[in-house]
C-alpha cells in the first residue's frame, strides 16, 4: 500500500478524534486526507481507532469506539480508492 492511515483518539477535538489522516507515503510533503469515520459510520459521536489492514492488504478496518449505551461500529475502506466498502454496526459491539 502507498496509505498511511494515522488516528488521534485522544485529540480533545471531536471532529479530529473522530477522523484519520490518510498520507501517501511516496508523497508525504503534500499533506494529508482527512476521513471522517464517525461519519461515514453513520454515528453521531465516537472516536476512531486503530486502522487495520485485512490479510490481502487490500482493506483497511476501523473501530468507532463509543460508550457503553451508544452505536459503535466498524468501518471497512478500500485502501487504493479510501472509499467505504461497508460498515458493521451490531449491539455485540461494545467497546466502552
Known amino acids: 500500500s502507498r496509505n498511511l492511515w494515522v488516528d488521534d483518539p485522544l ?3 471531536p471532529e479530529t478524534h473522530g477522523s484519520v489522516a ?10 494529508f486526507k482527512t476521513i471522517n ?3 461515514d459510520a453513520g454515528l453521531k459521536g465516537g472516536r476512531a481507532v486503530q486502522p487495520e489492514y ?3 492488504g487490500n482493506e483497511v478496518w476501523i473501530s468507532v469506539w463509543n460508550g457503553e ?6 468501518v471497512v475502506y478500500d485502501d ?15 467497546t466502552a
Open 11 to 13: 485529540n480533545p477535538d
Open 69 to 74: 449505551t451508544e452505536t459503535s461500529a466498524i
Open 54 to 56: 485485512n490479510a490481502a
Open 80 to 94: 487504493k480508492t479510501r472509499k467505504v466498502k461497508t460498515v458493521i454496526k451490531d449491539k455485540r459491539l461494545v
Open 37 to 39: 469515520v464517525v461519519k
Open 22 to 31: 490518510v498520507f501517501d507515503i511516496n508523497n508525504l510533503d503534500k499533506g
